[in-house]
């Protein structure tokens, strides 16, 4: 098939990433066509209706929306702000409720409120509650200034370097403070070992600034995005999956879809999993040796997830994230779930449980495609969410009325967005892969940028911010500091980080 006239900039996949980095090229003046292999764009953050009921995937809730804050500066600059309708989380409740097995910890927002909370829950570990509170605070204060994305990339401490276990090892903290402190590095998919220290201190940080969630559905949030990309004069291309990429002389020319469809562009933005990326490039362009680096990179830790209809008299909607936590002697956590009780209609509350699920789990299945895959894994899945509700009365006392409204797995996930593994983060970003994940974009040819929660860090903020980092490769780091980091970065308010 013929090759349209070409477009200043491809973009593969709808989610957060794709749309977002999508916009921001419309903004800078881009012709730019976004190309999704779903028929209904959005990705992740896209939720589904069961029984009337909208029931969540990828957007649960997030940090730093509030006015002055990193994620509703993007979200200003990138025109979004109208399109998130979030609710304030943690002003008469706490933001996240942490059941372990010998206490109760209430995540308050605030990073001095938090302190004050370790402090009273740890009252003899009052010096490494202050170091780990300057961290936050630092982490935060570099949030807040951008200082990712700005001409002179920051420089952390030393030992934020570290796997988050050898941070907490050396503070001397005791186990009930790393079980707390551990959690965090679960929202990103990760264990404490793995995971860097700098990451977590960023996601928590960024959540104790202020944590949301949707006041509408997921399904509205993936509209407001669209309907960004089409007012700034942006295409959407949905249905229709990016099969090949196609290059000349070291340098990407353009896609080829799976209806045969050509389209051509000097620069391409893959916010898809990278290791679709390097299966669509042409053979020899990436050195087996490389494209070998990348199929062998470790996923983030899977997901069992359900949403059941609950009556809303007998169970009503929480403010805040409940989590059932267990932990080793070490104070490691082993396993979790982490639940909602939300807001429905009709007399009913909307239940989500989600907890760990390895891909080996369901690898008997994984030649089959989702809504054909039998009986027996109908049925491993009602057996894992009877267990996952039985495991939940604990918490929220009888579920016997809840009716099961879904339930997915880590193939839901992948056949939904194409992750290997039903990755539900991306690549996870330990210690051990962050040289790999480094490299990634010194392997792609020239033209190829990155973007999605692979490319930078994952979550609502770490995905906008990737999409930045990602246009700042597109347009060069002369137009991005003029153009994009000088706006951003002077649109912060003085504010109050504590
Ligand atoms: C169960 C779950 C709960 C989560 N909860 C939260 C939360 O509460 N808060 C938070 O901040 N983050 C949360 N996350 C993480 C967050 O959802 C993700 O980091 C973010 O949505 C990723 O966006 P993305 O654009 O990188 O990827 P995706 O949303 O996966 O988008 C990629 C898109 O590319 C498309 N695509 C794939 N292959 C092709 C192809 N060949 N051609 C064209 N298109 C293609 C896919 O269909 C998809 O639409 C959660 C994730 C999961 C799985």
């Known amino acids: ?90 002003r008469d409740s706490p933001i996240d409720r942490y ?45 807040n200034s951008f200082a990712f994305l700005s001409p002179q990339p920051p420089l952390f401490d030393a030992k934020l370097y570290a796997p988050l276990s050898a941070y907490l090892s050396g503070m001397d903290c005791s186990p009930g403070l790393r079980s707390v402190l551990g959690v965090a590095a679960r929202w990103m998919g990760m264990q404490e070992r793995d995971c860097p220290a700098f990451y977590h201190h960023f996601a928590l940080s960024s959540y104790l600034l202020s944590a949301w969630r949707l006041a509408g559905a997921g399904a509205d949030l993936a509209e407001a995005f669209v309907a960004r990309v089409e007012a700034l004069g942006g295409e959407m291309i949905c249905g229709d999956a990016v099969a090949q990429i196609s290059a000349a002389e070291g340098a990407v020319t353009g896609v080829r879809l799976a209806s045969g469809r050509v389209l051509s562009a000097a620069r391409i933005v893959a916010a898809i999993h990278p290791k679709q990326v390097i299966a669509m490039l042409p053979a020899g362009l990436v050195k087996p040796r490389h494209a070998r680096l990348v199929a062998e990179l470790a996923e983030t830790e899977s997901l069992f ?154 979550g609502v903020l770490g995905t906008l911010l990737g999409s930045l980092h990602a246009v700042r490769q597109v347009i060069g780091p002369h137009r991005f500091a003029a153009e994009v980091f000088g706006p951003l970065a002077g649109s912060r308010k003085k504010r109050e980080l504590r």
């Not at 921001?24 to 009921?53: F, T």
């Not at 593994?421 to 990634?440: D, T």
């Open 305 to 458: 997830a359900l949403n059941a209809a609950v009556d809303a008299a007998a169970h009503p909607a929480l403010p805040h994230n409940v989590f059932r936590l267990r932990t080793d002697r070490e104070g490691t956590i082993t396993d979790g779930v982490f639940s909602q009780m939300r807001r429905a209609e009709k007399g009913k509350n909307l239940l989500v449980l989600i907890t760990k699920s390895p891909y080996r789990e369901w690898q008997r299945w994984e030649r089959s495609a989702t809504g054909s895959r039998g009986p027996d894994y109908a049925e491993e899945k009602a057996r894992r969410a009877g267990r996952l509700l039985r495991e939940a009365e604990g918490l929220f006392g009888s579920l016997a009325d809840a009716t099961l409204l879904d339930a997915y797995t880590p193939l839901t996930l992948r056949d939904w967005v194409g992750t290997p593994e039903g990755s539900p983060y991306g690549i996870m970003r330990s210690m051990r892969q962050l040289p790999a994940l480094a490299a990634l974009s010194r392997l792609a040819p020239a033209g190829l940028t990155f973007a999605g929660q692979s490319a930078l860090s994952p």
């Open 1 to 90: 098939m013929e090759s349209e006239r070409p477009y200043d900039a491809l973009i593969i996949g709808a989610g957060i990433g794709g749309l977002s980095a999508g916009i921001c090229l419309l903004l800078l003046g881009q012709r730019v066509a976004v190309v999704e292999k779903n028929v209904l764009p959005g990705g992740l953050m896209r939720g589904y209706r069961r029984a009337g009921m909208d029931c969540p995937v990828g957007v649960h809730y997030f940090g730093a929306f509030g006015e002055g804050e990193p994620l509703r500066r993007i979200c200003d600059y990138l025109g979004l702000s109208d399109g998130l309708a979030a609710e304030r989380m943690g």
């Open 99 to 143: 059941h372990f097995d010998e206490f109760t910890f209430d995540l308050p927002a605030g990073i001095d409120a938090f302190a004050a909370a370790l402090r009273q829950a740890f009252p003899a570990e009052g010096q490494a509650i202050g170091r780990i509170t300057a961290d936050l605070l630092s982490a935060a204060e570099m949030q």
